[in-house]
């Protein structure tokens, strides 16, 4: 093994760019640490010469674009024109889209190597895969984007996608002591990715880089290569334990507390800031089920017998019962706590929260509580999650940091300040 | 009751026939099928039809008798919609033969609650611009409007009481006002859009299509999965604000003169009629609304772009995906960010109204096919996720329809169906056909 599968995509791309090395070898090392580390079960589909095949491609054609080549992981809820796409449900074994998803197609058309399909809970909801946690398999990795977070954790993979609607990036890239990036809603194509809930489902980005983030938020729009800016201002800072604030563990509340110290004696204006209105996770979870059980219709109608029973039962019948009423108002307070926001980032750059309640719980039953994230899918708020140290069990630790809707730039600017101030 | 003609009659009257067991849901498909073997040749409004499939679930459910919403009454899908028992095409000649996997939300939603699916009805090119064969069935010389130009065809040309289409544009209401019927254009996000291929994210909203307004009522519960409560005749005559908007001089005479007398009409019935203008913060609503369509489009369009570039049109290519390339993410944001402040500011102003009465088009459809008409007078109300209903309300120059467009406040959908109600029976179109 050369070490190529440490190298982050944008470290990658410089040297596939440089000829320094071919996407091929990349691939190779990347599949070999796959194959050797096949007990974290990261992939649903890795087909070795399919992934060499495109690499070789790659090589050849001069490893055109932004991505030169590097690879890129995709969360199974997303469709794939040459890799089945089986939304982690019985009901689509087997299942091949007839196009690829519009992030896929843009990867591609960057010159980028799809590695392979990675493990999603069933329709990015909580019944798990057999995905385990890179640093403890008898610890759940996080979901529902669980097979992008562990590989890029595993170095199986630079970059991973996944999608969130509760906190399915977010989440696992913590726990996983990963990045994860959510940008800001309606920004990245949702063309060919499994609809749950059309106000909330975003298209997101794990990987070990915030130069990655840049890389990938170009190569997912279309546009010119961003890069973060390292020397940006100190930023002010809004230190918002949230309503959920009771529900993070120890560790938890004393990192975000230390963090905010030391990020204020860095230079950041740290303030406290409180969110209103205070149950606005009560909102999230309608929109949830109220959409989910639409947007799963087909499914629960004609194919009921084949869903988990924590999924039927457990949101998509609640669902069908919620009132439009409650579902109206729903829309209507989270329309009031984005605009309660802008307001607030009139006088911050970014606000410090916890990206999950803890470290990945034991057990791979459960793939963990997304309180904390709920939250800023609900607000269509870029966040970014960096790793911050470890809690008792030895686990991935991370903090999140929140930015206003379509500044997502000026996010990254700021996390990247927050980064090199960590220990 | 004309039960030898049962593909002219209303949902909400096949329903209680069906359930009366004075018609069977087998007869209302076949009649149904019937007029579409017999109009088909000259009106083209379906890309896929399963005829027999149909007639087998009908049997089905007549031999079943159980009762539901829709119980056995046939429909139409636009073929923008993924169905797992049907093709799905967007549209487009790069996805001929295509059969996706599962059926969308606008499928199996009416199909849950007893609807029949008689077919796949034409979409211009993945609910663009570019048509489809579709013909005005009140004269085939003339564009049916689009896109969902297939769905508005087959029900005015009474071969189905109740069909889906989508509008990013004006792609429900005008089609409906061209062909004569009753279109209805939800509040964004409320018909749930898992399966709708998508246009553009921002303003795609799934719509209803039907002879009566009665009828969406009955639709729109099926395709929200909600209760259905009939919606009630207003006890008063509403309070409408008069919008000609700033498109006015666009409108075609007919047009004109067709909104200024079903308001003098409204009046005389009693109807508080308002001349209003739209807010300062609606203007610049059409350059908005080309660049978040443009914008969106180029990505969404990228597996189509990467693989089959020279199967999209040209109009498509060289308009909006174009526009797309040209486009920095700045000016996307500022369009999103303005359309939000111009949603903001007409909650008030709508509030004042029980409706906006407004016209749906600028008068009767366009001569020829290569044209599905102008959406100025619908775009902004997308936009703005206000819910649309537009009701035949005369005929122009060449005999064909011409309609109002009715505007409800977001979220307030039940109560425009109401208000529609009342508008309906006034404008005298209540004893159609």
Avoid at chain 1, 268 to 287: E, G, K, Q, S
Avoid at chain 2, 127 to 143: L, V, W
Avoid at chain 2, 288 to 295: A, D, E, L, P
Avoid at chain 2, 335 to 350: P, S
């Amino acid at each position: 093994m050369s070490g190529a599968e440490h190298l982050t995509a944008s470290e990658a791309a410089a040297r596939l760019a440089a000829g320094t090395l071919t996407a091929e070898a990349l691939v190779r090392d990347l599949l070999e640490r796959a194959h050797t580390r096949a007990e974290v079960k990261a992939w649903v589909w890795l087909d070795p010469e399919q992934a060499l095949a495109q690499a070789r491609a790659a090589d050849r054609a001069g490893r055109p674009g932004l991505l030169v080549g590097a690879p890129v992981g995709v969360k199974d809820v997303i469709d794939t024109v040459d890799m089945p796409t089986q939304h982690g449900s019985p009901i689509y074994r087997g299942n091949r889209p007839f196009a690829d998803a519009a992030c896929v197609a843009l990867i591609r058309a960057a010159g980028g190597v799809i590695l392979g399909k990675t493990v999603t809970t069933e329709f990015a909801n909580r019944d798990p895969g057999e995905t385990v946690h890179p640093h403890n398999p008898a610890h759940t990795p996080g979901g529902s984007s669980s097979g992008s977070a562990a590989a890029v954790a595993d170095f199986q993979v630079p970059v991973g996608l996944g999608t969130q609607t509760g906190g399915s990036t977010i989440r696992p890239a913590a726990f996983c002591g990963v990045i994860g990036y959510k940008p800001s809603f309606g920004e990245f194509s949702r063309v060919g990715i499994k609809m749950q809930c059309h106000n909330l489902d975003t298209l997101g980005v794990i990987c070990r880089s915030l130069d990655d983030v840049a890389l990938m938020r170009a190569v997912l729009l279309a546009q010119d290569l961003r890069r973060v800016d390292r020397a940006s201002a100190a930023p002010r800072i809004g230190f918002c334990r949230t309503p959920q604030w009771d529900h993070a563990d120890g560790d938890t509340q004393a990192l975000l507390e230390r963090m905010a110290s030391r990020l204020a004696a860095a230079g950041a204006v740290v303030r406290d800031v409180a969110l209103t209105p205070a149950d606005i996770l009560n909102h999230h979870r309608r929109i949830f089920e109220f959409e989910a059980a639409r947007n799963y219709a087909y499914e629960y109608e004609v194919h009921g017998d084949k869903l988990s029973a924590a999924l039927r039962d457990g949101l998509l019948t609640p669902g069908r019962a919620l009132p439009l009423s409650a579902y109206v108002e729903a829309i209507e307070t989270a329309e009031s706590f984005r605009g309660n926001l802008d307001d607030l980032f009139g006088e911050l750059d970014v606000l410090l929260a916890p990206s999950a309640v803890g470290e990945a719980p034991a057990g791979l039953g459960s793939t963990g509580d997304a309180r904390f994230n709920a939250i800023w899918t609900l607000a269509w708020t870029p966040c970014v999650t960096l790793p911050a140290g470890t809690g008792r069990k030895g686990l991935p630790l991370g903090i999140q940091l929140i930015g206003p809707r379509f500044r997502d730039e000026a996010l990254l600017d700021a996390a990247a300040w927050v980064e090199a101030r960590l220990d | 009751m004309p039960s030898s003609e049962p593909h002219r009659l209303a949902a909400t009257d096949l329903v209680r026939l069906i359930e009366g067991r004075e018609l069977t849901a087998e007869a209302v498909v076949a009649s149904c099928l019937e007029r579409i073997a017999e109009r088909e040749p000259v009106v083209r409004a379906w890309s896929h039809l399963a005829g027999e499939a149909a007639l087998a679930k009908a049997r089905e459910r007549d031999k079943a008798g159980q009762k539901t919403l829709l119980n056995g009454v046939p429909f139409g899908l636009k073929d923008i919609f993924d169905t797992a028992d049907m093709p799905t095409t967007y549209g487009s000649p790069i996805y001929v033969g295509w059969r996706p996997a599962s059926d969308a939300s606008a499928a199996s939603l009416p199909r849950a609650a007893g609807g029949i699916l008689l077919g796949k009805t034409v979409t211009t090119e993945f609910a663009n611009a570019h048509p489809g064969p579709t013909t005005n069935p009140h004269d085939p010389g003339f564009s049916p409007g689009g896109s969902s130009s297939g769905s508005a065809a087959a029900v005015a040309d009474f071969m189905i009481p109740l069909a889906i289409g989508t509008q990013t544009g004006g792609s429900v209401i005008r089609p409906a006002a061209y062909c004569g019927v009753v279109g209805f254009k939800p509040s964004f996000g409320l018909f749930p859009p898992a399966g709708m291929r998508i246009n553009t994210e921002a303003l795609d909203t799934v719509g209803i299509m039907a002879r009566w307004v009665g009828d969406i009522a009955l639709f729109r519960a099926a395709m929200m999965a909600i209760p259905y409560v009939p919606p009630a005749m207003p006890e008063t005559a509403p309070r409408l604000g008069l919008c000609r908007g700033p498109h006015w001089d666009e409108a075609q005479p007919e047009g004109r003169a067709i909104l200024e007398a079903a308001a003098d009409r409204l009046s005389s019935a009693g109807a508080a009629i308002h001349d209003t203008e739209l807010p300062a913060e609606c203007a610049e609503g059409d350059e908005r609304q080309t660049t978040i369509g443009s914008f969106e489009g180029l990505r969404n369009h990228m597996p189509e772009l990467y693989r089959h570039e020279a199967l999209l049109s040209n109009r498509l290519r060289e308009t909006k995906i174009a526009r797309g390339r040209e486009l920095s993410l700045a000016t996307f944001r500022k369009a999103c960010r303005g359309a939000e402040k111009a949603r903001a500011a007409v909650r008030e102003w709508a509030g004042g109204f029980d409706a906006i009465l407004t016209l749906p088009a600028p008068g009767q459809a366009p001569r020829g096919l290569a044209s599905t008409g102008s959406a100025v007078f619908n775009a902004l109300w997308t936009q703005l996720w206000m819910p649309c209903l537009t009701l035949p309300a005369g005929h122009g120059p060449d005999g064909l329809p011409v309609g109002v467009q009715l505007v409800g406040c977001r979220h307030d959908d039940a109560r425009l169906l109401e208000v529609g109600l009342w508008v309906e029976r006034q404008l005298g179109q209540g004893d159609r056909p």
